[in-house]
């Protein structure tokens, strides 16, 4: 049965955490800032947060909804990659996933990484291969989550490739973790802008998603975020092409929730800011979601922002 899900919007909180939380590599104090993703640790309330700041770096922090949202910080965590600018990232086990949002300065590194529970990255370099080298700068990956039966990782990127003749329409990829194949699903976009694009990926079972789209509208200065939920149909016959192909379906979203002008969560007003990761809460009550606050770029100290919906169906 496919999933429907809705958001109780008067059981739903936000809280901002400090600009100032943060953490030291090698002797030098390390702004807290640049989230762009959310994920569950397995273990009691503690949540992982990555970072696309550099040195490349996740946080733990204990988080609990119910208590009105409460969430105090714990750690900091170093990558051994230090170079990757983090977008995405999903647990198995003691497998940690993250995608890269991809930098023109060194445009054939990989694009997503696999840590064991030493901290050891490695590669996966058998997506298709026109991801390498092709992508805008900044604009890779946004979107990885795993299904809930792990045993595969859905990655999106932001914007189309640069050689696309149809920007409006963006691949969500498929990739088995049991034999490294690749299956290619073609999404058609929403936005107003056409300036940012998906910037999260939350599965809800082996074959739906919900999508995260972002915009940023210049004229009005505001965020526009919205939540689509998507069901994976037939995918692409071929995975090197940029476009469907005559006959390939494309999916068109379905829009569950929209962060309104208006919007007021527990009764508070509530002004969405740059959104960039979701997760669900284990027991499966609340969808939470973080901001990236840019680590305060043009003087701006924008606390980042934790947002949690309260879950009414799924």
């Known amino acids: ?34 989230i762009s993703a959310i994920t569950y640790s397995g273990h009691e309330s503690d949540y992982y947060l990555l970072s696309d700041g550099l040195p490349a770096r996740y946080y733990t922090f ?39 949002e991809r930098d023109i300065d060194n445009v054939e590194k990989t694009l997503v990484w696999q840590a064991d529970a030493s901290g050891k990255l490695q590669n996966i370099k058998d997506l298709p291969v026109r991801y390498y080298g092709e992508m805008y700068d900044n604009s890779g990956f946004e979107g990885l989550t795993i299904s809930p039966d792990h045993k595969k990782l859905f990655l999106a990127m932001e ?8 920007r409006s329409i ?10 490294h194949s690749t299956k290619t699903y073609w999404y058609q976009m929403q936005w107003n802008t056409k300036g940012n694009g998906i910037s999260s990926l939350v599965a809800l079972s082996d074959y739906e998603l919900l999508v995260i789209e972002r915009d940023y509208l210049k ?3 505001r965020n526009e975020v919205n939540i689509y939920k998507i069901t994976l149909i ?11 192909q005559s006959g390939e379906p494309v999916l068109v979203p379905e829009k569950i929730f929209s962060f309104s002008q208006d919007l007021k969560l527990g009764g508070q007003p509530y002004k969405v800011n740059n959104i960039e990761g979701a997760t669900f809460t284990p027991d499966g009550q609340y969808l ?9 770029n ?17």
């Open 1 to 34: 049965m496919d999933a429907q899900v809705s958001f109780d919007t008067e059981h739903s909180f936000f809280i901002e955490i400090p600009f100032d939380t943060s953490g030291v590599f090698e002797g030098q104090e390390k702004p807290f800032g640049g």
């Open 62 to 100: 204990s988080i609990d909804p119910i208590k009105s949202l409460s969430i105090v910080y714990k750690d900091v965590y170093y990558l051994a990659e230090s170079q990757i600018r983090g977008e995405g990232m999903a647990l198995s086990g003691s497998s940690m996933f993250v995608s890269d």
């Open 159 to 166: 914007r189309a490739l640069p050689t696309s003749g149809c």
């Open 170 to 179: 963006l691949p969500i990829l498929e990739y088995s973790l049991a034999d």
């Open 219 to 221: 004229a009005e200065d």
């Open 234 to 244: 037939e995918a692409s016959k071929n995975n090197d092409s940029d476009c469907p």
């Open 288 to 296: 939470l979601l973080v901001s990236d606050n840019n680590f305060g």
């Open 298 to 314: 043009k003087g701006n100290r924008t606390p980042t922002q934790l947002v949690a919906l309260k879950v009414t169906k799924f």
